[in-house]
């Protein structure tokens, strides 16, 4: 299996964990990790909005969402409130779906061969040596599938969420006006960019 250390953001194929939580205003409960990274990135296009319409309707399916920047996430529920830990289980059961997912994906021609799906350590708080199992029965062990997902490891210290704010450096002032890392160029709704995309609305140069 392979496990790469990075910025997943680097990456055009992304896997987000996510839990099946709704806010009142029927929003998804996206407050930490790479849900939250994901959730702030995508905020002018509505993903908090959108996935909980998805889990409304459909539970604990997984769900394909493609942006408009061309990055396509794949959102696996793996727990379902977001205050409870991981579970082994919905893990499991989404990476199953996930390889099926990207198997009728491949049939039918709609994902180029040489794409890498990039997935983060899924299951914050469980043994990552037992959701590796998993992730090497469920995807690993599968023709054609070894070449098509890598692991990678935003956080080595087990920190997610510091560690996540760090690569995609994204402040909000009291005004919301966003500063995207130390950069001086801005995109084309005037944030500052951060290796040359705007982490917070995701379009590019102005």
């Given at each position: 299996?392979?496990?790469?250390?990075?910025?997943?953001?680097?990456?055009?194929?992304?896997?987000?964990?996510?839990?099946?939580?709704?806010?009142?205003?029927?929003?998804?409960?996206?407050?930490?990790?790479?849900?939250?990274?994901?959730?702030?990135?995508?905020?002018?296009?509505?993903?908090?909005?959108w996935y909980g319409?998805?889990?409304?309707?459909?539970?604990?399916e997984l769900a394909?969402?493609?942006?408009?920047?061309?990055?396509?996430?794949?959102?696996?529920?793996?727990?379902?409130?977001?205050?409870?830990?991981?579970?082994?289980?919905?893990?499991?059961?989404?990476?199953?779906?996930?390889?099926?997912?990207?198997?009728?994906?491949?049939?039918?021609?709609?994902?180029?061969?040489?794409?890498?799906?990039?997935?983060?350590?899924?299951?914050?708080?469980?043994?990552?040596?037992?959701?590796?199992?998993?992730?090497?029965?469920?995807?690993?062990?599968?023709?054609?599938?070894?070449?098509?997902?890598?692991?990678?490891?935003?956080?080595?210290?087990?920190?997610?969420?510091?560690?996540?704010?760090?690569?995609?450096?994204?402040?909000?002032?009291?005004?919301?006006?966003?500063?995207?890392?130390?950069?001086?160029?801005?995109?084309?709704?005037?944030?500052?960019?951060?290796?040359?995309?705007?982490?917070?609305?995701?379009?590019?140069?102005?």
């Amino acid at each position: 299996m392979r496990e790469i250390r990075g910025n997943i953001w680097e990456w055009s194929h992304v896997v987000i964990p996510t839990n099946l939580s709704l806010r009142a205003d029927g929003n998804s409960v996206m407050g930490a990790g790479l849900a939250r990274q994901a959730s702030v990135k995508y905020s002018r296009e509505g993903l908090a909005g959108w996935y909980g319409r998805w889990v409304k309707e459909f539970g604990g399916e997984l769900a394909v969402w493609v942006a408009r920047d061309g990055r396509v996430l794949f959102l696996l529920p793996v727990k379902d409130d977001w205050r409870e830990r991981a579970s082994l289980k919905m893990i499991d059961d989404g990476l199953t779906e996930l390889r099926e997912r990207v198997e009728g994906m491949d049939r039918r021609g709609n994902l180029d061969e040489k794409v890498t799906i990039a997935i983060p350590r899924l299951g914050g708080g469980l043994n990552w040596d037992e959701v590796k199992g998993l992730v090497e029965r469920r995807l690993y062990s599968h023709t054609g599938m070894r070449s098509r997902f890598a692991v990678v490891d935003m956080v080595g210290s087990g920190r997610e969420d510091n560690k996540l704010d760090r690569d995609i450096a994204v402040v909000k002032n009291v005004q919301g006006i966003a500063r995207v890392g130390r950069g001086t160029k801005r995109c084309k709704c005037g944030h500052y960019m951060h290796r040359g995309e705007c982490a917070l609305c995701a379009c590019y140069l102005r």
